[in-house]
T-cell receptor
Framework: DARVTQTPRDKVTEMGQEVTMRCQPI?????VFWYRQTMMQGLELLAY????????DSGMPKDRFSAEMPDATLATLKIQPSEPRDSAVYFC?????????????FGPGTRLTVL | AQSVTQLGSHVSVSEGALVLLRCNYS??????LFWYVQYPNQGLQLLLK??????LVKGINGFEAEFKKSETSFHLTKPSAHMSDAAEYFC?????????????FGTGTRLQVTL
């Protein structure tokens, strides 16, 4: 049963600390997405990659957020320094893009709390 | 650019009643359309999808949706609501950006099921 995995599932940290969230996409998927979900803003697309190349990170605060895909089995989202307003659930999703995406699979999310 | 609009951020139905969640899309090309469901503290999972085949699409848990081009709609229905259907539901459209595809999500509709 192929699925997207995310670690950690929960993270509590103090303001100013670095946070790293990891995602393992489904094997064979060539597109990876990072989303943030909050009560106020709903589901926001932060960044996405195709074949490990970043395509669009316009949804991310550039000064503190960075997203990378060091290899096909790992995507990372870093926040440095973290702030209380970054508290949210962060989802990773993967898909196979053959011209059009016909299904996108979500991970269980990382719940981040910044104190 | 493709987009979807979900009418009603909250819908409440009685157990056993008809569920109707509304989604209208905007697309300059024949769209791929999706409904995702998110249960509390979980990621989004695919409920059903329309990819240019039959206009009436059946999904999991007794849900179905009908693609109506003339109305640019893709409403989600279930004949009889169950308490376990209480969740947030997201409509999405597949969008091609020129270099890759991504899903564009609506703002979500929270379904409450009462006794």
């Amino acid at each position: 049963d192929a699925r997207v995995t995310q670690t950690p599932r929960d993270k509590v940290t103090e303001m100013g600390q670095e946070v790293t969230m990891r995602c393992q996409p489904i094997l064979g998927h060539n597109t990876v997405f990072w989303y943030r979900q909050t009560m106020m803003q709903g589901l926001e697309l932060l960044a996405y990659f195709r074949n490990r190349a970043p395509l669009d990170d316009s949804g991310m605060p550039k000064d503190r957020f960075s997203a990378e895909m060091p290899d096909a089995t790992l995507a990372t989202l870093k926040i440095q320094p973290s702030e209380p307003r970054d508290s949210a659930v962060y989802f990773c999703a993967s898909a196979r893009d053959t011209g059009w995406i016909d299904e996108q699979f979500f991970g269980p999310g990382t719940r981040l709390t910044v104190l | 650019a493709q987009s979807v609009t979900q009418l009603g951020s909250h819908v409440s139905v009685s157990e056993g009643a008809l569920v109707l969640l509304r989604c209208n899309y905007s697309s300059s090309v024949p769209p791929y359309l999706f409904w995702y469901v998110q249960y509390p503290n979980q990621g989004l999972q695919l409920l059903l999808k329309y990819t240019s085949a039959a206009t009436l699409v059946k999904g999991i848990n007794g849900f179905e949706a009908e693609f109506k081009k003339s109305e640019t709609s893709f409403h989600l229905t279930k004949p009889s609501a169950h308490m376990s259907d209480a969740a947030e539901y997201f409509c999405a459209v597949s969008e091609y950006t020129g270099t890759a595809s991504k899903l564009t999500f609506g703002t979500g509709t929270r379904l409450q099921v009462t006794l």
